[in-house]
């Protein structure tokens, strides 16, 4: 267990930085999330091979892991778009959310009885984003959008869970990169119809940024996160996931001088959610 718990905290910290790329990348966020998964799915596609572990699924097969890919790639244009509409603190503050939903969500999916508890926890953390939407009007679009990015990613985990305890984590990663491409490929001239994209190519420093997404924030986070819903419960990794912000707002300080725009309300509403992480935690580690 204690192996699982520090996967968990080395892929919540990878993932602060993603965040922070999201808002140095210059591309819309659709455009971004196309990238980000043709690259992953392309380098996974040549490691397997190389490796000959490339597993061969029938068509059936493919569907669940193309559909847990979607999702992947609709919570990751919804929380780029957050960024690009605020900061990074208020775009990783609003991940915090998919606690609540996934104490929603999954007993409705799984058919079991609701937690009072983990609505208790992630009352929490509810209660600290309303401080932040609240007391600050700029935000207020970043933060909607932000809500509904949570949202997906909670059905997301909680699919990922139920369809990968079936493949092999590699093999499963590359099927969802490539659903993921398809379906947002479909998705994108619809998205351009109400959003106009801009440039479709990255230039400059986005390609390192894209590299650095691609090889470390994507494949090498998607891997651990797959081991790890093997392994410990989905409430439970998506609260410790609340964790998130906090690393990619002390990032954001350093890169963006995010600090000089953080009030009050935000510092208690970041208190709050840290210790919806803390107590949840501790109990889950008490009870196993």
Request: aromatic share 14%.
């Amino acid at each position: 267990m204690k192996k699982d718990y520090l996967l968990l905290h080395l892929s919540v910290f990878i993932a602060g930085f993603t965040g922070v790329l999201g808002r140095l990348i210059t591309l819309d966020s659709a455009i971004l999330v196309w990238w980000r998964m043709a690259a992953a799915a392309l380098l996974m596609l040549a490691f397997l091979a190389i490796r000959k572990d490339l597993k061969r699924y029938p068509f059936r097969d493919l569907l669940p892991m193309g559909g847990v890919g979607l999702l992947l790639a609709l919570h990751w244009v919804f929380f780029y778009a957050s960024i690009k509409a605020s900061n990074v603190s208020i775009g990783v503050v609003c991940f915090s959310l998919v606690g609540f939903f996934t104490a929603l969500f999954e007993p409705i999916i799984n058919k079991h009885r609701f937690s009072g508890r983990e609505f208790l926890f992630s009352l929490l953390t509810i209660l600290g984003i309303y401080l932040i939407f609240q007391f600050d009007a700029r935000y207020r679009l970043g933060i909607v959008l932000g809500v509904v990015s949570s949202a997906i990613y909670a059905l997301f985990a909680i699919a990922n869970q139920r369809v990968g305890k079936h493949y092999e984590a590699k093999n499963m990663l590359l099927w969802e990169m490539v659903g993921g491409l398809i379906g947002l490929t479909c998705l994108i001239p619809l998205y351009n119809a109400f959003l106009p994209v801009g440039r479709l190519y990255p230039v400059g420093m986005d390609y390192p940024y894209l590299a650095f997404m691609v090889v470390v924030c994507t494949i090498g986070l998607c891997l651990l996160q797959i081991i790890v819903l093997q392994k410990i419960a989905a409430f439970t990794v998506n609260l410790t996931y609340n964790l998130e912000p906090v690393y990619s707002i002390i990032l954001s300080m350093f890169i963006f001088n995010e600090y000089k725009e953080l009030n009050f309300s935000f510092v208690i509403g970041i208190v709050l959610i840290i210790l919806s992480v803390v107590l949840q935690t501790v109990l889950s580690l008490k009870k196993r």
